[in-house]
């Protein structure tokens, strides 16, 4: 793991700071609209936007191979996610598990194209062309806590497709064409 721009705060930041257990909500899936919405800008210490951070968590933890899940993707148009590439064999740099709000990527580098999957178009998996290095700020939520993380490789894919979704994007926005999207493969 590389530790050279690891985040301290978002690095010691961890999903019992919010003091409530999420629930488990439902993963919308496309063509639903709120998918395809911008996300509104959220409050951090709104109640509200806190218990959704920990839902994101608790939902984004019972699901199978997912690293991120954005308040979209559980039908709230929020700009707001959870992440954990913790373990992924593709991960370089690794904060753990963190949700932020209101993020938005100041600095990227290096587009690298990759296949990308989403629990919200379960059944294509699309080659998408993206930043291999990327610094982000948001806000910690429950926090007034503003954070920048610098990463790179599936780390920095992975927040570029979460913030995608709080945008109203879909990796299948992104793809270069019907050329670049495929069946995705299961595994008995």
Same mark, same amino acid.
């Given at each position: ?26 993963? %919308?899936?496309? +063509?639903?609209? &709120? ?6 800008? &959220?409050?951090?210490?709104? +109640? ?7 839902d994101? %968590? ?8 997912c &690293? ?47 296949r ?16 291999t290095? #990327? ?9 007034t ?13 992975? #927040? ?13 926005d ?6 670049? &999207? ?7």
């Open positions: 793991m590389n530790t050279a721009h690891l985040n301290q705060t978002l690095a010691s930041w961890s999903p019992a700071q919010l003091g409530i257990t999420g629930d488990v909500l439902e993963v %919308v899936r496309a +063509p639903h609209p &709120v998918l395809a919405t911008e996300g509104a800008t &959220v409050d951090p210490l709104d +109640p509200v936007m806190v218990t959704l951070a920990a994101l %968590v608790a939902t984004m933890r019972v699901s199978p191979g &690293v991120g899940l954005a308040a979209p993707q559980v039908g709230v148009a929020a700009q707001m996610f959870a992440l954990d590439v913790t373990g992924h064999p593709k991960t370089r740099t690794c904060h753990g598990v963190f949700v932020l709000c209101n993020a938005v990527i100041v600095e990227s580098s290096r587009q690298e194209k990759a990308e999957g989403c629990m919200s178009v379960p059944d294509l998996t699309g080659d998408v062309k993206r930043a290095r #990327l610094t982000v700020t948001g806000v910690l939520p429950g926090t806590d503003s954070v920048t993380l610098t990463t790179d490789a599936f780390e920095a894919r992975a #927040l570029q497709h979460e913030i995608d979704h709080c945008t109203g994007l879909l990796f299948l992104r793809v270069a064409g019907a050329h670049a &999207v495929y069946p995705r493969k299961t595994y008995l």
